[in-house]
């Protein structure tokens, strides 16, 4: 410790042009201190206030620069010295050392900014600031046969992508080529596993998406998948998952979706199709996900269901019905209901028995599955009557649903539950589907759903309350007074930021519960008459003429 106390003292009094030798001694001394006792040795530095001086040894290369980087990044592996160095002034020198030939110089001052910054987004974004990120893809190309080089600058790469303002610096530098590139290169699984951790972060970029694509990174993938596939082994597992992640995570961009779906005759399309019916549980998942993204618009998703995508899909939920996978139920139904957005696959899908397969599921207990499950119907259901009668008269569907309605805990499930009870009533138009809702105890959840913060959802409850109320009042009767129907509508109507079809569909159901005794007492007492009244004079004629029509309707029954 006493020849490191002189070997300290004698680098305070060094400066640039310093004896080299004299100066190259005391570092080699503090070298061997911090390869003993890195702790101690560090807290000595600080307390010496070393640190100082390395800015001034860092700012002429020589023979020595590679190893004062290398002792800024040997004590910057401790957290109490990542402060110190930066406040001694030690990243400019640092980044500008980025821009020398010396591939010693190079390694080691990359591993000292890596570990002067680790954990640190602050310090990491000031790196981005500086324009580390294009000098990094360039040495990542020029010194590709370096295997330290390249390791240090994929981990450095690693963590300024998980930071947002990297990405418009990454999309500006030719990284997709020169990491599609290094990846073909690589045998080893460590190496490969180095790169996908680059990749994952930096291809939640839709332009770095495209630029992956157009790369070659996709057919790269597809290599992986077919080489690891009939494979126990644990690295070759993992490689698999990660390659059919990063394929469905490239297909969430548009623009790399649509160039990979050539119209449904692309060859990568018709590989990712294949993952479906195999035996392998993380390919059936991608490639149900890869299928729900590429669902993203009305004219992919009319061909898939042209072609045959949705047995495919059915298939793959029988197989999954009993003790299945859960996310591969969640990614089955997930592509099922984007594909049933357009108008024209309904009727088809409901032909080929979507339905049918999707209900073997009402029994699942899983949330995301259950959300799913419901979406998919509630689309399906959409504007085809038959349909929506069909099931909107079965009694198990319905008590599940008015069972999902209150599962308070999940705020998704609940909200999806109360759409579907009410979109069966406004699709099906049928006295049997209202009777059935009713006997179900499905009334209140609607009425409460009138309630919402969200216009959408009390517009559909309101509009299936005006069609229980017209096709069956003296069934819901009950019902409406016990569940407060008269006192929710007084409260929309007498709400300013009520919207106009809020207020129009509410006058439309005090209509038709005028029938009922003692509904219209409770209207009566409310003096709906004069709530009514004053929306005659409102900027939307609609809801002005309905204002008029149900001012007449109460005053006549008055």
């Not at 209202?434 to 919402?452: D, F």
């Amino acid at each position: 410790m006493d020849n490191l106390s002189e070997a300290l003292k004698t680098l305070k009094l060094s400066s640039a042009d310093s004896a080299s030798d004299s100066v190259e001694g005391c570092l080699d001394c503090l070298l061997k201190a911090l390869a003993h006792n890195n702790v101690e040795t560090s807290e000595k530095v600080r307390e010496m206030g070393v640190l100082a001086m390395m800015p001034t040894l860092l700012s002429v290369q020589n023979s020595y620069t590679p190893k004062v980087a290398n002792i800024i990044a040997e004590v910057a592996k401790n957290e109490f010295m990542r402060s110190p160095c930066v406040e001694a002034g030690l990243i400019p020198p640092l980044v500008q050392l980025l821009n020398c030939k010396d591939q010693e110089i190079l390694l080691q001052t990359g591993r000292a900014l890596g570990n002067i910054c680790y954990d640190s987004h602050s310090l990491q974004a000031q790196l981005i600031s500086m324009g580390v990120i294009p000098t990094l893809v360039r040495l990542l190309g020029v010194h590709s046969q370096n295997t330290a080089l390249t390791e240090m600058c994929l981990i450095a790469f690693g963590n300024l992508a998980e930071l947002e303002s990297s990405k418009e610096q990454f999309a500006s530098t030719n990284i997709a080529e020169e990491l599609v590139r290094l990846f073909r290169k690589q045998v080893e699984h460590e190496k490969k596993e180095m790169i996908f951790e680059v990749l994952a972060p930096l291809a939640e970029n839709d332009v770095i998406k495209l630029q992956l694509v157009d790369a070659g990174l996709v057919e790269c993938l597809l290599e992986v998948v077919a080489q690891t596939v009939d494979s126990d082994r644990e690295e070759d597992v993992a490689q698999l998952k990660t390659s059919s992640d990063l394929m469905v995570l490239l297909l969430l961009g548009d623009e790399s979706m649509q160039k990979l779906f050539e119209g449904g005759k692309g060859s990568v399309f018709q590989r990712v199709l294949s993952w479906v019916p195999s035996n392998n549980h993380q390919l059936q998942l991608a490639g149900a996900l890869a299928i729900a993204n590429f669902a993203r618009n009305d004219g992919n998703c009319i061909h898939m269901v042209d072609t045959g995508i949705v047995q495919k899909l059915l298939e793959l939920l029988d197989r999954h019905v009993e003790e299945g996978n859960v996310t591969v139920q969640h990614a089955a139904l997930s592509a099922l209901r984007n594909l049933a957005i357009p108008v024209v696959n309904k009727s088809k899908m409901l032909l080929a028995g979507v339905s049918d397969v999707v209900l073997k599921f009402l029994k699942s207990e899983m949330p995301p599955v259950q959300f799913k499950l419901l979406g998919t119907l509630r689309m399906l259901i959409d504007t085809q009557a038959d349909a929506a009668e069909q099931l909107g008269t079965n009694p198990k569907l319905v008590k599940r649903l008015v069972e999902w309605c209150e599962a308070k805990d999940h705020a998704g499930v609940m909200g999806e539950s109360n759409r579907l009870l009410s979109a069966l009533i406004r699709h099906s138009k049928s006295k049997d589907v209202v009777r059935t809702v009713i006997q179900g105890e499905g009334v209140k959840h609607l009425i409460t759903m009138a309630t919402s913060e969200h216009m959408i959802m009390q517009n559909e409850a309101l509009v299936a309350l005006g069609l229980i109320a017209a096709l069956d009042l003296d069934c819901a009767e009950k019902d409406f007074v016990d569940s407060n129907l008269v006192q929710v509508l007084h409260k929309l109507l007498t709400e300013e930021h009520s919207a106009p079809e809020i207020k129009y569909n509410s006058m439309i159901i005090i209509c038709s519960i005028m029938g009922s005794e003692p509904l219209h007492k409770e209207v009566q007492s409310l003096a709906f008459i004069d709530v009514v009244s004053n929306l005659r004079s409102h900027e939307n004629k609609t809801v002005a003429h309905q204002a008029s029509l149900t001012e007449q309707r109460l005053t006549a029954q008055s």
